[in-house]
């Protein structure tokens, strides 16, 4: 198992309400990126926090954000949900320039009804 | 722009076979890394086997090994003497750099029968 924990591991929401997702990186790693894996489909990424910086974004809207805190853990939030927002969010946590030793948790198991 | 394509939806092996899954990729970039990764129904995505664009080696992890053809542009995955447990979707992936974000193929359901 890795160090990287996920929480909550599952979450119904309501269309129109927004959720914020955990990530608490590996001990050492200062990288976390955050990626939604839609059922059938590979991951894609959403974005990359770096000290405490977003650094990289995928072809998400505004409505996703994110924060990194000092501790190198993270967070992801979306407002408005919608129903195509139904996925496993993962995050990966990484040393900066490093994504070799990149380490996934458990994900995040996210249904909007 | 980079691309992962993976042709093959599910795999059948008998236990204690080898099995190969395919991955093709395409890129620009002159360097950059590729990945495989195991996702079983838990969700976690658990790393492989890496190769790097200039290791004049294919990369080799116990009973996964990556046969890296650069000119075909091919990073297949070889698994040896199959366990039930290896039945899972994997995943091929790659980045151009350190920093660059992961882009992941459409993966491939591996079935091992007892």
């Known amino acids: 198992e890795t160090g990287v924990t996920q929480s909550p591991t599952h979450l119904i929401k309501t269309r129109g309400q927004q959720v914020t997702l955990r990530c608490s990186s590996q001990s050492g790693h200062n990288t976390v990126s955050w990626y939604q894996q839609a059922l059938g489909q590979g991951p894609q990424f959403i974005f990359q926090?770096?000290?405490?910086?977003?650094?990289g974004r995928g072809n998400f809207p505004p409505r996703f954000s994110g924060l990194q805190f000092p501790n190198y853990s993270s967070e992801l939030n979306v407002n408005a949900l919608e129903l195509d927002d139904s996925a496993l969010y993962l995050c990966?946590?990484?040393?900066?320039?490093?994504?070799?030793?990149?380490?996934f948790g458990q994900g995040t198991r996210l249904t909007v009804v | 722009a980079q691309k992962i394509t993976q042709t093959q939806p599910g795999m059948f092996v008998q236990e204690k076979e080898a099995v190969t899954l395919d991955c093709t990729y395409d890129t620009s970039d002159p360097s950059y890394g590729l990945f495989w990764y195991k996702q079983p129904s838990s969700g976690e995505m658990i790393f492989l086997i890496y190769?790097?664009?200039?290791?004049?080696q294919n990369a080799t992890e116990g009973r996964y090994s990556l046969n890296f053809q650069k000119a075909r542009k091919s990073a297949n995955l070889v698994i040896s003497a199959s366990q039930l447990g290896d039945s899972a979707m994997y995943f091929c992936a790659m980045s151009s750099s350190g920093n660059t974000p992961l882009v992941f193929g459409k993966g491939t359901r591996l079935s091992v029968i007892a």
């Open positions: 926090y770096y000290r405490e910086e977003e650094n």
């Open positions: 990966a946590s990484s040393l900066w320039g490093l994504n070799t030793e990149a380490f």
């Open positions: 190769q790097g664009s200039y290791d004049q």
